[in-house]
């Protein structure tokens, strides 16, 4: 899972690799429109037909897909759950909190967010191997507060699901050597239910592809950190060139593997963090 910071993102920055921005008219059009499809809906919901309010959202589903490019190329082309890009599957554009039904634990059911189903603030991107999966998935803590049309509280709702453009939720999933998604050093058990809970739900283990890969770049990175302690043992008082010349390129590899456009980049991350060396810690930056 990878840190977006989509409250501070907007499709007319111009400093978004591969990514044509939009003009200012264009945006305020797109989120014009978003406000008139918002208050369509408003008006079905009040007439209580829930099923024209439903065909309604997918009717008009090529809205939220205007934004799928710009979406992807603020994570460098990386799903936002898994941080792969090809491994899982093609992209949606995922809605965090669902649009149509919200299911609990237990499976109950009770209405979505639907008032949410053109607000880009609650797209997100995610490979479909995950999002088949987690469907209208979102339970809530038991005694949250529940958002609804008449009383918005979305920000108060204590919430199951990891959400990558929280940097808090980010920072509760960690990876071991096997390439498996485990809960961060020291998570209470509330976190660690949450994060258990998301990994299971978005099939972050379960995705034998997935897995694969991570412990690939766990094996490389280990190799990586194996062959620069091998070099600095060599390098003595600093007499050593061709030694610290050694150190210096195994960094920068190390230093790259961690970078937000390498893919699964946060298993390399958590394979130096490890080590609890403060040396190799500050490649992490």
């Known amino acids: 899972m990878i840190w977006i910071d989509l409250e501070h993102k907007k499709p007319t920055d111009a400093d978004i690799p591969g990514w044509q921005p939009w003009s200012r008219q264009t945006w305020t059009e797109w989120l014009t429109e978003s406000e008139g499809l918002v208050k369509r809906l408003a008006a079905l919901n009040a007439a209580g037909d829930l099923n024209a309010r439903n065909k309604f959202i997918d009717d008009n589903s090529a809205h939220w897909g205007k934004l799928k490019p710009w979406l992807q190329a603020i994570s460098h082309g990386k799903c936002w759950f898994s941080e792969a890009k090809e491994l899982y599957s093609h992209y949606d554009v995922e809605h965090f909190r669902p649009k149509k039904e919200a299911k609990a634990l237990d499976g109950t059911i009770r209405d979505g967010y639907w008032w949410l189903a053109f607000d880009y603030m609650n797209f997100r ?138 893919e699964l980049s946060s298993v390399a991350r958590w394979c130096i963090l490890l080590r609890n060396d403060p040396q190799l810690s500050r490649l992490l930056g």
């Open 125 to 262: 991107v995610c490979g479909n191997v995950g999002n088949r999966k987690k469907g209208g998935w979102f339970p809530l803590q038991d005694g949250s507060l529940r958002s609804s049309y008449e009383k918005r509280c979305e920000e108060s709702e204590t919430g199951y699901l990891l959400d990558p453009i929280d940097i808090d939720d980010v920072k509760l999933l960690a990876f071991d050597e096997e390439g498996k998604a485990v809960p961060v050093p020291g998570a209470s058990d509330w976190e660690t239910c949450r994060v258990m809970e998301t990994v299971r739900r978005l099939k972050l283990n379960e995705h034998e592809a997935l897995t694969e890969e991570r412990r690939k770049i766990w094996a490389k990175v280990s190799d990586l950190i194996g062959q620069y302690s091998h070099a600095k043992s060599h390098c003595g008082d600093g007499g050593n060139p061709a030694a610290k010349q050694k150190m210096r390129d195994l960094a920068r590899q190390m230093r790259l593997s961690v970078g937000p456009t390498e």
